[in-house]
């Protein structure tokens, strides 16, 4: 059984930063391209970053570059996204997902790329 399970979020003020991460497990994880997305109360869910299953290429939504990094570490079968110069307007759940992808280098930037999902952390952001 297949699970990616969220942690890190929390409650941070303006401008300041935080690390979720993502736990898989029930796949080969170095054979997935990984993604962050994110869903705010009464919005649509929105891709935020992803990166290749090499880890080499990355990806990322026009509003967070230059604040977010992701990464991952392929012994770990874990993904990370570190968050920094935090906005009120980040605050969202926040799902990892993770997309089969016969490339090493390609990276999954839409969502019906993904076939697993996690269940969401929570990241709220104060002005």
């Known amino acids: 059984q297949v699970q990616l399970v969220e942690s890190g979020g929390g409650l941070v003020q303006a401008g300041g930063f935080l690390r979720v991460s993502c736990t898989a497990s029930?796949?080969?994880?170095?054979?997935?391209?990984m993604g962050w997305f994110r869903q705010a109360p009464g919005k649509e869910r929105e891709f935020v970053a992803a990166i290749s299953r090499s880890g080499t290429s990355t990806y990322y939504v026009d509003s967070v570059k230059g604040r977010f990094t992701i990464s991952r570490d392929n012994a770990r079968n874990t993904v990370y996204l570190q968050m920094n110069s935090l906005k009120p307007e980040d605050t969202a759940a926040y799902y990892c997902a993770a997309a089969p992808m016969p490339y090493l280098l390609r990276v999954p930037t839409t969502g019906n790329e993904y076939r697993y999902w996690g269940q969401g952390t929570q990241v709220t952001v104060s002005s």
């Open positions: 029930g796949l080969s994880f170095s054979s997935f391209g």
